[in-house]
């Protein structure tokens, strides 16, 4: 609860624990209509990711800071920290590909200090999680530097269909969609349908909606940012006197 000005990574991790629990509570609270509101998911998944950088940026300075490592020619206690990535030093605060930050934090801060951190805080738990480093790349396979859930078109246009809610089908399966839908049990949701028409009522465009828009990323997003809200808190916790 202290002032972000004397917090040791200049206060990325609580920034980071804000979007975490606000992506919960989205998570976990629906809002009315939600299950007819177009790129429903999308807030929520942006926050998550966002959270996933600001942890990892906050690990990335305590751990400099904890293990006295320099940025390059900075001093460990510089307050415009760096990370080495694709072969140079760079101002961190521009870096947002998350699998890079991840990559530097892991390979070039845990794993080769491990023992070292053993000693400094012997009640962390300072290992690779694996199946966290195997989700990764499902998420940077969209997301890698934080713009394709804050925007409906970015520059990776393959991408993007794959995050709309209502899908273009053709106007002459509805009859076959229809049924299916009534096939559904009484206590299952029916599916939401778009059609617009000519002046003959001829239905010229049809649109559905996808129940699971990229569900394994969403997934993904909320195990590891779960995964980094606790590893901040052990950090903060054992390495940090919980300030």
């Not at 934090?105 to 999680?129: C, F």
């Not at 053709?170 to 939401?192: C, I, S, W």
Request: aromatic letters at 12%; one cysteine or more; a negative charge.
């Amino acid at each position: 609860m202290s002032g972000i000005e004397i917090h040791p990574d200049f206060g990325l991790g609580v920034t980071g624990d804000s979007y975490f629990k606000s992506a919960e509570h989205l998570k976990n609270n629906h809002h009315d209509h939600y299950d007819v509101t177009q790129q429903r998911d999308m807030p929520e998944n942006f926050l998550f990711r966002h959270s996933i950088e600001l942890y990892l940026k906050s690990l990335i300075v305590i751990f400099h800071k904890k293990l006295e490592i320099n940025y390059d020619q900075d001093p460990f206690t510089s307050n415009k920290p760096k990370i080495f990535t694709e072969g140079t030093w760079r101002p961190l605060y521009t870096c947002h590909w998350i699998d890079e930050l991840y990559d530097y934090w892991l390979n070039r801060l845990l794993l080769p200090n491990s023992e070292k951190l053993e000693k400094i805080a012997p009640k962390g738990d300072w290992q690779e999680s694996t199946d966290i480093s195997t989700l990764f790349p499902i998420i940077c396979k969209y997301d890698r530097d934080s713009s394709y859930f804050r925007y409906p078109v970015t520059k990776d246009t393959s991408l993007d269909n794959h995050k709309f809610t209502m899908k273009r089908f053709q106007p002459d399966t509805l009859a076959k969609l229809m049924e299916d839908v009534q096939k559904k049990r009484d206590n299952e949701l029916g599916k939401t349908i778009f059609v617009s028409i000519d002046k003959n009522d001829k239905i010229i465009d049809a649109f559905k909606e996808d129940e699971k828009v990229l569900e394994n990323v969403s997934d993904a997003l909320f195990q590891v940012a779960n995964y980094f809200y606790c590893i901040h808190i052990m950090t903060r916790v054992t390495m940090c006197g919980g300030m």
